[in-house]
């Protein structure tokens, strides 16, 4: 009687145990709608929603630079319907801010969806065509050139301060209230250097309204082949690229945050979803959880020490 019992339980407990995901899955936005962010966790939703049977909402939480709706899904509880969006802004937030959560422990990577690299781009007007006459430029007239920015502690001012620190140079940070003031302001010649995102600079080089200097990345862009990366042309190992990746809440189940890696990476390996991609600017990346953990860990060490000696404050 009571093995016939337990066999009751143990069947009607495999008749109430439901494959995951068996309701929708949120996907938290730290960002407004219309951003790359977004963007990529709509296309990236709706592959998910098609492949898993449940509907993926993306729910956007902008606000304080990312960090409102990196705190929600770092709270959230760890059942593999709470997943986030982040941009490289994530590194350079937990470098910056004083956070209410720590974005290394409370957080797991699932996968990195792909990387758009920055290009230094200057008004025509700038007498240097490339890195190596820039270096020279701002050697010889230190403290004279000056870059903008998205704003103070951005990924461009940190791109600007890192080429400074290791090039040797001295250049003047000049911040505005978004990255569309700053692009005009360096179209319209009233600043002389910017880190664009390649695919926000690119109408403006091929019309010649800006002149690349050099890619920010390990290797050139499939956008702009002819363009050499900074790293090759003498700042060894500079790169600063913004990335995009999904994480979830710590506590997560390791078999949750597998299927979801799984999930992500098939979708990003098939060739309509690169060339999607692509469109936006962005290359396809699709890596380990591990792997994903190393790329935020590198950054964060590397803005944390550019925040440092650059003396960088955001409030």
Do not use: C
């Not at 390791?254 to 469109?279: C, T």
Request: positive net charge; hydrophobic residues 45%; charged residues 15%.
């Amino acid at each position: 009687m009571a093995l016939g019992a337990i066999a009751l339980l143990v069947v009607a407990s495999q008749a109430g145990a439901q494959p995951y995901p068996n309701r929708p899955i949120r996907l938290i936005v730290p960002f407004a709608p219309g951003g790359g962010t977004d963007i990529l966790a709509r296309l990236i939703g709706q592959k998910l929603t098609e492949s898993m049977g449940q509907q993926v909402v993306v729910d956007n939480r902008p606000g304080a630079g990312g960090n409102i709706g990196v705190e929600l899904a770092a709270k959230a509880a760890g059942d593999g319907y709470t997943a986030l969006m982040v941009s490289a802004s994530y590194a350079v937030n937990a470098a910056t801010y004083k956070l209410n959560f720590d974005p290394v422990k409370d957080l797991a990577p699932v996968t990195q969806i792909a990387s758009v690299p920055f290009v230094l781009v200057s008004h025509p007007s700038l007498p240097a065509n490339n890195v190596k006459e820039l270096i020279e430029l701002a050697r010889a007239k230190p403290g004279q050139l000056n870059y903008a920015s998205s704003g103070n502690g951005s990924s461009p001012h940190l791109a600007g301060e890192l080429l400074a620190m290791m090039s040797n140079t001295k250049m003047v940070h000049v911040p505005y209230k978004g990255g569309l003031p700053a692009l005009n302001d360096v179209i319209a010649g009233q600043v002389q250097l910017l880190f664009s995102t390649v695919i926000q600079g690119l109408p403006f080089i091929k019309s010649g309204r800006l002149k690349p200097i050099g890619i920010a990345s390990l290797k050139r862009s499939a956008a702009l082949p002819q363009v050499a990366t900074i790293h090759e042309s003498g700042v060894t190992g500079f790169e600063v690229t913004n990335w995009f990746g999904v994480l979830v809440p710590r506590s997560t189940p390791g078999a949750i945050v597998g299927r979801l890696n799984a999930e992500i990476v098939k979708h990003l390996k098939s060739p309509d979803f690169a060339q999607r991609l692509a469109a936006e600017g962005a290359d396809p990346v699709g890596n380990s959880s591990a792997e994903f953990a190393t790329v935020i860990a590198e950054d964060i060490a590397k803005f944390t020490r550019v925040v440092k000696e650059a003396n960088i404050t955001v409030r």
